[in-house]
């Protein structure tokens, strides 16, 4: 055998070498995550139909209501530390994520409906609404619809409806970056690619966060925003909630805000890449006795804001009499 054909033998072994090792690691890592995503949690049949959740801890009711890219695991990570406050938290699957099916009203007043199906099915009177993301707009339907069900309303970088003339200084989503978007969120090796060669990028476009904040932050909120984007893995059973919550930005509409009788904290931060900074804030100014919290930096996932947020969450509850 000559040299040459050696050494492209060599190479096509190595390639296929690490072909192999790659579909090895990735399998590995997917059903880790499916395992994971499925850990501790129950569909509830409800008169809404079937709903995916988990719940931890004893005292105040409080519904957690996750963001794109989530589900009760995502919602319950972000929110079990507030079960040693006194807080009972319920963590539920929207519709299109893991085990919550989509159904053909997928919008957050349905969603806001299946809310209160939730808690009827669990016995459950009335229940502080913490919306993050895109969770927010559910979250502020329930307390439009259904205000006698909510005792408080947090909004956590909500995305949320704001006047043209409400400054913003985040860029406009392009349809064309939305589509490229989808893509990598509709396949779970697309995504678990972009996270290892790419995690800047993915930190950065799909999870709306400088990646220089994080790289500044400390090794536990590093730790913490790294866990929250591969918890996103398995993405593909989170598909259609996916998609519809992608599409959420452009078709909101105006709600009557000043009806709102919940008491109501928003908090953002100004350089959050999905623009919820004026959003949040013009929503508070309009809800009658909001309270809104603004941080400079912080990106979408609130890097170095972790406990405060938490603290300012529980300190909201208690002022507002929630029991």
């Known amino acids: 055998m000559t040299r040459s054909r050696w050494l492209l033998w ?14 090895w690691q990735f399998g590995c890592d997917l059903a880790s995550a499916a395992a994971r995503a499925a850990h501790g949690s129950t569909v509830v049949t409800t008169r809404c139909g079937p709903i995916e959740m988990q719940q931890a801890g004893d005292g105040i009711p409080l519904l957690m209501i996750h963001g794109s890219g989530g ?37 957050p007043q349905a969603q806001a409906d299946a ?18 993301s895109a969770g927010a707009a559910s979250a502020l339907q329930m307390a439009l619809r259904h205000p006698e069900r909510v005792s408080a309303l947090v909004l956590v970088v909500p995305i949320a409806w704001k006047p043209g003339d409400v400054a ?8 064309q970056k939305d589509e490229w978007l989808l893509r ?12 290892r060669v790419a995690r800047d990028q993915v930190f950065r476009h799909v999870l709306a966060t400088p990646s220089e ?41 105006p709600v009557a805000l000043e009806t709102v009788r919940v008491p109501t904290l928003a908090i953002s931060a100004r350089d959050d890449g999905f623009g919820t900074y004026a959003g949040a804030q013009y929503t508070a100014s309009r809800i009658p006795g ?15 804001h972790d406990e405060a947020v938490r603290d300012a969450i529980v300190g909201w509850l208690r002022s507002a009499g929630v029991r």
């Open 168 to 175: 913003d200084s985040a860029p406009q989503v392009s349809d």
């Open 71 to 107: 589900g009760h695991d995502q919602g319950m990570d972000w929110a079990r530390p507030l079960t040693r406050e006194g807080i009972r938290v319920i963590a539920m699957s929207r519709f299109g994520y893991l085990r919550t099916p989509r159904p053909a009203d997928a919008s």
């Open 290 to 304: 909001a309270r809104f919290i603004g941080y400079e930096h912080g990106g979408h996932l609130l890097v170095g």
């Open 10 to 23: 060599a190479a096509l072994f190595g390639a296929a070498a690490g072909v192999l090792a790659v579909r």
């Open 184 to 195: 990598l969120l509709g396949s779970d090796f697309l995504y678990w690619v972009g996270l």
């Open 115 to 132: 809310h209160v199906c939730l808690l009827d099915a669990l016995g459950i009177g009335k229940a502080a609404a913490v919306g993050v």
């Open 213 to 253: 904040l994080i790289d500044a932050a400390s090794e536990r909120e590093q730790a913490r925003v790294n866990a929250m984007a591969e918890r996103v893995l398995p993405v593909s059973p989170r598909a259609l909630g996916l998609r519809d919550d992608t599409r959420l930005g452009k078709g909101l509409r």
